[in-house]
């Protein structure tokens, strides 16, 4: 393939791709939805028929940089597109945030192995961080206090290192588990924290320009959530880069190893508890930044948001993206985020759904929608 | 006399109330190819766990040439030289050829973050050295399976599959090589070449010594330059295979004679 047609292929992907995800999100009404729900499907099984889903996969392995800039690029789009669209870029901000938690999360147990049932948890770290730096430290950037929200929930996850390090499978999960819920009982109980009132959170205001007006005019004008989508896709991508990248060196190379068989590995020198507690600790960095931009964004947040229930639902984007594939968590965040919202009738039964959801997968599709492949150092040739 | 490498003293392992090795005084010269024999249950893979700082010894000692490193952890142990084989594949199968010998490597990769992550230029010579010493050493043991350095280890056959654990084992140019029954699941034939390469690898490594655990005796008999028999954790025969083989202890502990 000529690198022109590789580029208009990749282009064409990513136009097909963002026309998709704004008819999901700008359509209301519930047929209509539905309509979409058969078309997309049927459209991926046709383009599957064609080979074009594996014309395009060769492409975006032979430039991986440009598949990865056009996409963003595509997101910018659809943002400018809803930007007057208050609810569907409240969504897709979501969508954005929760699949930078997807990518902690495939760093942890996707790359090392190690579970982490208390994704939430973190997030609510960087979120309450975020609610109290804001408030008491008015002369720091707030874009540090974002850095220091990851930081903090890295911190505190290193509280959990030594009991996760001791046990293994369903022991280590368990931890994780009994995390998330003192976590929460903890901040119900914290009259500082606010108990279950919970705390306002101010917005964010970034280099001289406060998030909470509505977009410039001179910009086209439009929604205040414009700001915060835009901030949420820029911490994605800067999420994913640092993944892949993670991926694509020894240090991915040392966590699969580990992860598939630690002592084998342990007899090649690879050791175990390093490559654990460095995928634990950026894991939950991840999970702190999205927490972080989240609680600013709502402006108000509360125990009741951190419940195990949502740690169950980012676990869920995982495994119905592919496990270890840094892609697949972008299009699992937006089918589990957006689908509930748009049909009312899913929303009550939206842990059941989740339920069947995860179980149907593991049955018959273990490696998730978007199954991980080998592991490729560098664009073109190599793996 | 040549050169001690490594030595155990009085080396005991306990499970329990079971002692899978009793007091066993070992010793390994440099460049010998030694053959470790016995009954199944005897404490073959016992010793490589325990010399490879898998299982704690309850009692007794390791030495490297001179040096005490009884319950060393596994990745010191192979900091110091040592790797080894395992008598049921331990290979990450769902990674590709390459990424697997690059794990046997991990001595000489730079795992610093900074250097990883961000310096990409530099971390792709780096690479490109690793593919191509990973390649030579695979065309080594088999041209046709160097072609398939990109592919999972999940697509290779059985013998494939071990000639890449060997490899794994050797990319390092460790000082000495545990080798658990290579021929385990390989027709007579495959175990023969791999062994023949073996041999050429000691030839241009005259100093790597090996010990094979094996129970096809031909192999043992051609092979080793010497044979230690284990029964019970306990060492019942030591010396060339021809003599060894025929001592009543081992002929009872192999054919169940009074």
Redesign the interface.
């Known amino acids: 393939m000529s690198d022109l047609k590789t580029k208009l292929v990749l282009l064409l992907g990513v136009a097909l791709s963002v026309i998709v995800l704004y008819g999901f999100l700008y359509l209301e009404r519930e047929w209509e939805i539905g309509v979409l729900l058969v078309m997309v499907p049927l459209g991926v099984y046709f383009l599957k028929r064609a080979n074009a889903l594996t014309y395009y996969q060769h492409a975006a392995r032979e430039m991986p940089r440009f598949t990865w800039i056009s996409f963003a690029l595509g997101v910018v789009v659809l943002i400018m597109l809803l930007r007057h669209e208050d609810f569907a870029l409240l969504m897709l901000t979501t969508v954005l945030l929760y699949a930078t938690v997807s990518l902690g999360l495939t760093i942890q147990f996707g790359f090392a192995g190690v579970v982490n049932f208390a994704a939430i948890a973190f997030f609510g770290i960087g979120a309450y961080s975020m609610a109290i730096l804001n408030q008491h430290f008015l002369h720091i950037p707030d874009l540090l206090i974002i850095f220091f929200s990851g930081a903090i929930s890295a911190l505190l996850g290193a509280l959990l290192i030594l009991p996760i390090l001791r046990t293994r499978g369903h022991y280590a999960a368990l931890i994780t588990i009994a995390f998330g819920i003192l976590f929460r009982t903890f901040l119900e109980v914290n009259d500082v924290l606010g108990g279950p009132q919970g705390l306002r959170v101010s917005g964010l205001e970034m280099f001289g320009w406060d998030f909470g007006n509505s977009f410039p005019n001179e910009l086209g004008g439009g929604s205040f959530y414009v700001a915060y989508a835009i901030v949420a896709l820029v911490l994605l991508a800067t999420g994913y880069l640092i993944t892949r990248l993670i991926e694509a060196s020894w240090l991915g190379l040392n966590m699969d190893s580990v992860r598939l068989d630690e002592v084998a590995s342990a007899s090649f020198g690879i050791n175990g508890p390093r490559w654990k507690i460095t995928a634990f600790m950026l894991g939950n960095c991840f999970a702190g930044f999205a927490g972080a931009v989240y609680a600013a964004m709502y402006g108000f947040i509360a125990p009741a948001s951190f419940n195990l229930s949502d740690s169950l639902l980012l676990v869920s984007i995982v495994l119905l993206g592919g496990i270890g594939n840094p892609v697949a968590v972008i299009p699992a965040a937006f089918l589990i985020v957006v689908l509930p919202e748009k049909f009312q009738v899913i929303q009550e039964y939206r842990l059941l759904l989740f339920g069947i959801v995860v179980i149907l997968i593991l049955r018959f599709r273990p490696s998730g929608l978007m199954p991980r492949g080998l592991r490729q150092y560098f664009a073109g040739r190599f793996g | 006399m040549r050169q001690t490498v490594l030595q155990t003293k009085e080396l005991t392992v306990s499970f329990g109330g079971l002692k899978a090795l009793n007091g066993l005084d070992f010793q390994l010269c440099e460049g010998e190819f030694l053959g470790l024999i016995g009954p199944n249950g005897s404490g073959k893979t016992t010793f490589f766990n325990a010399l490879?700082?898998?299982y704690r010894p309850a009692a007794g000692s390791v030495l490297l040439h001179g040096n005490d490193i009884t319950g060393a952890?596994?990745?010191k142990?192979?900091?110091y030289g040592i790797?080894?084989t395992?008598q049921r594949l331990?290979?990450?199968?769902?990674?590709?050829v390459?990424?697997n010998l690059?794990?046997?490597n991990?001595?000489n990769?730079?795992?610093g973050?900074w250097y990883?992550?961000?310096n990409?230029k530099y971390?792709?010579q780096r690479?490109q050295e690793q593919?191509q010493i990973a390649e030579e050493l695979l065309s080594r043991f088999s041209r046709d399976l160097a072609v398939h350095l990109?592919k999972?280890v999940s697509s290779l056959s059985m013998i494939d599959r071990r000639r890449v654990e060997v490899c794994?084992a050797l990319i390092?140019e460790p000082k000495i090589l545990l080798l658990d029954e290579p021929s385990a699941g390989m027709t007579p034939d495959e175990t023969r070449a791999l062994m023949d390469e073996l041999q050429h690898w000691r030839e241009q490594y005259p100093a790597l010594s090996i010990i094979l655990i094996e129970h096809e005796m031909e192999l043992i008999n051609k092979v080793s330059d010497r044979c230690v028999v284990l029964n019970y954790g306990e060492k019942i025969a030591e010396g060339r295979y021809s003599e060894v083989s025929k001592e009543p202890g081992v002929r009872a502990a192999y054919l169940g004679e009074d």
Not at chain 2, 90 to 96: D, E, I, M
């Open positions: 490879t700082g898998i952890p596994p990745n142990i192979y900091a790797t080894r395992f331990r290979l990450a199968t769902s990674l590709s390459l990424d690059i794990i046997g991990q001595r990769l730079n795992l973050l990883n992550i961000f990409r971390f792709k690479l593919i990109f999972p794994r390092s």
